[in-house]
Structures are given as C-alpha cells and as structure tokens.
C-alpha cells in the first residue's frame, strides 16, 4: 500500500495526540534526558508558525461553505493542507512546551492556564480536521469550530506573552504610570529597589516563571535567593550574585538580563550597588539616609517631591509668547517646575549688563520667583525694580556692585525667605533692616564688611534665619584640604609632557613623588615650578598647610609611547560586542576604565591576535599593553603573552614569551600593563599572541567557562 506524505502526516499527528495525553497524565513521573531538554527549549522558536498557519487556516475555514468557493476545489485542498500543516506544528510545539515545563522555575497558574488552553487548542483543531469532511459537517459547525479555535489561539498567546514578558506587556505603553510616591513616604526598598526588580527582572523571576528557582516579586522570596544561592551578600556588593551577573559580558550566557531583554541603567545598577552597600535594609525610608547619601540622591530622581516641598501659587502663567521674547543669549527664563506658572531668571555677562535688563521684566513680574544677578555690576538703584517682583522668593546678590543703602526696597518683598549678599559691600546697619522680614529664612554675608563681633549681633537678633558666614581659617577648627590639581589629563605622551601642580587654596605646599612612594611634608620634593615628564612614572602630590590637616594623596600615572605603529591587523577579530573603534582604539592615546560598556575597549573570548606594520624600521625594545582585570566580570589578563618581530612579515622570531598564573579569587580589580622587554633590534613588523585561560577555576561562579581579556593601549617604546 502506498504511503502519500498527507497520509503519513496525519499518521503522526494522531500519534503525537496521543504523546500529549502520556505526557498530561505521566508527566511528573518522568525525568527528561538532557539531549530532549534542548528540543523543549526550542518551544519558543517554533511557535509563531502554526499560530500562522491556524489563523488563517480557520480565516478560510470560516468562509468554506460561501456560495463562491464552494466548488472550488482548488480552495478546499489548500485549507485541508494549511490547516494538517498548522495542527501538526501545533502538536510538537505543545509537546516541546510540555518538556520545557518540566524544567525548575515553571509553576503557577498562569503556566496551567497556557498549558491548557494550548492543549486544548490542539485537540480541537485536530478533531476539526478529521470531522471536517464528513457529511453532516456543515457551515454553522464550521463557523462555529473555527471561533472556538481562534479564541483558544487568542488565549493560548496571551497566557504565553505573560510568561514570557509579564504581567501588562501589551497595554503597558498605554497604561497611565501609577503616581509617584513622594520621597517623604517611600520605602528604599517597596518604592526604590523593587520597582527595578519589577521592570528588569520580573518577567523571568515571578511566581508563575521562577527562572533558576528565583522570584523577585516580593522581599521574602528575594532573600531566600535562587538555586545559585544567596542573590546578594548585605554590605559586600563585590562578592554579590546579583552584581557579578549584572556585570558580566552581554554574550555570556549567565549574564542578567540575558540578551535581548532590558538592559538596567547605570543608574539603576549604583542603586542597587548602594543598596546592598548598606546593607540591604527592608524596612527602612528614604528620608532615614542622610541627606547628602548617594543611594537618597539617586533614589530623589524616581520619586514624587514632597507634599511639604510642592509649592501652590496664586498667580497664572505668563504667555509662552512673552517668555520666549524676553529669553536672549545673556536673559535665560525658565519654568521653574513642569507645569507650574513660576518662573526662574538668570542674567549673565557683566560687560554688557545694563539696568533695563531688569525693567523688561516687568511683563512677568509676578511669575518671578527667582532671581540670580551673581556677580553683575548691580546698584542700590536697580533693587527699586526687583522690589516689584511681589512673588520674589529667591534672589541672588552675590559679588554685586550694591553696598546696602537699597536693602530697603527689598523689605516689601513678604515671599522672599532666601538672599545672598556675599562678597558685597553691604555693612551691619543696612544688613540689620532685613531682619524684619517674617518669612526670610537664609541670608549669606561672606566676605563682606561686616566684623565677626558684628555678625555675632546679627546672629543674636536673627531668630529663624540662617546667617551663612562661610569658613574663617583660624588655625583652631583644622579641615583636611582638598586634592592637588593637574594642569592635564592626559597619560599618554610619545616626548616630553610638561606638569603643572596647583590648589586652590593660597599658601599651600605641594609635595610630589616620582618613583611611587608616597609624598610627606619634609623630605619629598617641594613643587615651585613645572616639571617635565620625559619617562613613564607614577605621580603622588599631597597639599600641605599649617592649621589644616593634609590632603588625600592624588596618584596619576604618566606612559612614554614614542612610536605608534602606521597600520594595525587583527589576525583573530575581536568580538563584535568589544570592538571599540577598531585597530583605533589601541593608540588613540586614551586609557579605558572599568565600565566595558563605554566602546573603549577590545574584548575577546578567546586567543587574541593581531600585527602591528611601521613604514620605517624602528629600534623597538619594550611593548606594554593595558589590560583589564575584573575577575567576577571573568574579565582576566591572559595566561600566556607572546611578542614576535621582525623586519617582514615572512622573517619574524620570538622575541619575548610572558607568562600569568591564575588570579586568586580576592584578588581587586585593576588595569595592568603587561611589559614586554627584549633585545633593541631593528623591527618594522609585530605580532602581538595573547593566549587566554580555557577554563575558569572551580571558585567561579562561572567555573569551566573560557576567561575574557580586555586590552584598550600598546605603547611602544
């Protein structure tokens, strides 16, 4: 008997229904091989082609028993063989879902409802396909049978999308954002922390699809951690889980998100960073950290402002037509607050500053809010016309040309709670006026001609107000100066390069060293005049003052390159995830830092290779390169460096092997320059092998993967 393939299909498709049945019923009973595992996991290539061929399979199905293709043979052998072609791909597509479920991380009932609905889907439509020629199959079973499988196409996609991307993919762009929670109510972790779990993290980390036994949807399940451990160790983020996944290379398969998913900001990475810092407090507010704390910054951007701090006015807005005509290049108005009918003016540029800057804001006088007229030649005259800005409540007077008799036109001002006069020459008798003021809050008077027993009345008279003075060096109340200041940034140089050392500060003594060690106050060199750097050194400068506690140690590396090769090959191309610009990146003169991320790096995930070509014959007698070391990112340097020269390409020999052992697992993360010296010889030609580790140690959390080598300079010297 002659087997055609329609026969031998629907063979197959009435033996893979009965597969989907042993599987329902004996499913927990069994253990999926390895080698099915990856068949199962091809479930979510697989299926877009019967939701295809189903669809418009039942489109046609619909439309069988209409009066113009009833007799068309042509159309009813065409929807028999869409409609065998879809079911069966449906079939091994459940079939290949139900193994994948199998796996750990599959649960809940969103899984149920998609398992199913996509059972069910495929049981109907293959029971359409075999009562369909029968003859009291008729237009109303048809129309009827092919609704009914469409729904449950519909259902069966939407059960799946939730697994796959989460709760509200699809309206999500639609959806009006939840109102944020003001920063005086939030909780680090409820309204900082989670919701970034909940938008990176969640679609693979949830209740119904626990992805390496991980759910991150609430805080007891995130602290009982994953099947890989604890997700993150309280006050140690460097040895964190979840931080050396979020850094790890974007090809590597561990890494989180997986590629093709939202990648985290590096905004949301430091929080979370900071965090785990402080130690990963559950139950703690916002407003607890303290006001300058880093993690209380970068959180304030996320969250609504205060109730306390939404300021309400009683005027309206200007026209946008008048603002726009008093904006110019020295005049900048701007909204003070999205939506709000307050207005902020800065003035610049004293060279040309002329009184009428100010009256042409008369048209907005009452949208004014705030003024700063910093460092302007300003007369007592011109605070006539500001004492019109009714609504003034921050006005910026500082290094101005006033010396304090138009004080007074400022005391109708009843909004006004923030004014700065330092560097003026205002005195205490017109500084004292304004203490009458009942809502000013802030008012600074450094350096001015106001005496210290002076400003101590003031002090005494101003109840409420805060009177800024700035710092007064008097030898009793020491502060650590700041760092020393380099004249440049750059630390590359193929000559010389010349040094300037400065600090702010006058009377400072800045003491160096050249050699490494660190810098004090006696022995080490005193810097009066430039240096120049003629070699590669390592720079530490410290600043120094009596009645002041000395300043951190600034450290600046400086490398000689004097020659840079005319071409660069690369005989094994890097990956095409850390390429950097090319053969460029390697003597653009710039060193990379440890955010792999920025395109200033060349990164392979295995043996590196590449030719340096000089036009000329050079008398070359060291390489170094820079390389990353970034051990939970399996960033290392490479296990062997081999180094070949000569004048050709056809005439090269070793001329240096150097060899790594295998990084300690607390070993920091760092740059190193691998030096290569050999012979002096003439060379116009390079081979640069770099050789990495195969395996990662077992102490690794990626153990038995190939290690990474990052490389961003080669100086040649």
Not at 45 to 58: K, N, T, W, Y
Not at 553 to 582: C, H, M, W
Request: aromatic content about 10%; charged content about 20%; glycine content about 6%.
């Amino acid at each position: 008997m002659k087997i055609t393939f329609k026969g031998f299909t629907e063979h197959a498709l009435f033996a893979l229904n009965i597969f989907i049945i042993f599987l329902l019923i004996f499913g927990k009973q069994i253990s999926v091989p390895l080698w099915l595992q990856s068949f199962g996991r091809m479930h979510p290539m697989l299926l877009h082609f019967p939701i295809v061929l189903l669809l418009l399979a039942m489109l046609l199905e619909i439309f069988r028993y209409n009066k113009s293709y009833a007799t068309l043979t042509l159309y009813h052998k065409f929807t028999s063989g869409l409609l065998l072609s879809g079911i069966f791909l449906a079939t091994v597509t459940v079939i290949m879902g139900l193994l994948l479920s199998q796996e750990d991380g599959y649960s809940g009932s969103t899984l149920q409802w998609h398992k199913w609905t996509g059972v069910s889907l495929v049981f109907i439509s293959s029971f359409i396909y075999w009562i369909r020629e029968k003859s009291w199959y008729n237009s109303p079973l048809s129309k009827m049978f092919a609704v009914l499988t469409i729904i449950s196409l519909l259902l069966t996609g939407h059960y799946g999308a939730i697994l796959t991307h989460g709760e509200n993919f699809v309206l999500a762009p639609v959806t009006p954002a939840p109102e944020k929670v003001s920063i005086e109510k939030a909780m680090i972790y409820q309204d900082v922390i989670l919701p970034i779990f909940t938008a990176k993290c969640a679609s693979c980390h949830n209740m119904e699809k626990a992805k390496g036994s991980l759910n991150l949807t609430d805080a007891a399940s995130m602290l009982k951690g994953g099947k890989n451990g604890k997700l993150f160790v309280p006050g140690n983020p460097q040895i964190s889980l979840l931080l050396q996944r979020l850094h790890l290379p974007v090809e590597d398969e561990k890494r989180m998100p997986p590629k093709g998913k939202p990648e985290l900001t590096a905004t949301e990475i430091a929080v979370l960073t900071l965090w785990i810092k402080g130690n990963a407090q559950l139950d703690k507010k916002v407003i607890d950290l303290p006001q300058q704390d880093s993690l209380r910054i970068l959180a304030s951007t996320t969250l609504g402002p205060s109730p306390s701090m939404v300021q309400q006015y009683d005027f309206a807005a200007a026209s946008e037509a008048t603002v726009k005509k008093l904006n110019n290049d020295y005049r900048v108005i701007s909204i003070l607050d999205k939506g709000s009918p307050a207005l902020s003016v800065n003035i610049y540029n004293k060279t040309i500053y002329k009184p009428e800057a100010l009256k042409e804001l008369t048209e907005i006088k009452r949208q004014i809010v705030s003024l700063n007229l910093n460092g302007l030649p300003v007369q007592d005259e011109d605070l006539k016309t500001i004492s019109t800005f009714e609504n003034l409540r921050k006005l910026n007077l500082n290094f101005t040309a006033i010396k304090g008799d138009g004080l007074k036109h400022l005391l109708p001002l009843k909004q006004l709670n923030t004014l700065s006069l330092s560097g003026t020459a205002v005195n205490f008798n017109t500084v004292k006026q304004l203490l009458a003021m009942k809502n000013l809050k802030e008012l600074s008077l450094w350096r001015t001609d106001i005496k210290e027993n002076e400003i101590g009345q003031l002090k005494q008279l101003a109840k409420g107000i805060r009177i800024i003075t700035g710092f007064k060096d008097d030898g009793k109340s020491p502060i650590k100066l700041n760092q020393p200041h380099l004249s440049t940034t750059v630390s590359i140089f193929k000559n010389r390069i010349p040094l300037q050392i400065k600090h702010p500060i006058n009377g400072v003594e800045i003491r160096y060293t050249t050699d490494g060690t660190e810098p004090d106050s006696l022995k080490s060199p005193l810097y009066d005049k430039e240096i120049e750097i003629k070699e590669s050194i390592t720079l530490k400068t410290k600043a120094y003052k009596t009645g002041w506690y000395g300043s951190d140690v600034l450290t600046f590396n400086f490398y000689q390159s004097r020659y840079s090769p005319d071409s660069i090959a690369f005989i094994v191309a890097p990956s095409e995830k850390y390429k950097g610009d090319g053969p460029k990146t390697l003597t653009d003169l710039q060193l990379g830092s440890f955010d792999i991320q920025n395109g200033k790096w060349i990164g392979y995930n295995e043996n590196m290779a590449l030719m340096l070509f000089f036009k000329e014959q050079l008398p070359l007698k060291s390489i170094s390169i820079n390389m990353m070391k970034k051990i939970q990112t399996h960033i290392l340097p490479p296990q062997e460096l081999e180094v070949w020269g000569g004048t050709n390409e056809k005439n090269m020999r070793l001329l240096q092997r150097v060899k790594n052992p295998m990084p300690q697992k607390d070993e920091a993360d760092a740059f190193i320059k691998m030096e290569v010296k050999f012979k002096s010889q003439p060379i116009s030609c390079i081979k640069i092998v770099g050789k990495n580790f195969k395996k990662l140690p077992e102490w690794h959390a990626g153990k038995g993967q190939p290690a990474w080598i990052f490389m961003d300079e080669i100086l040649l010297n």
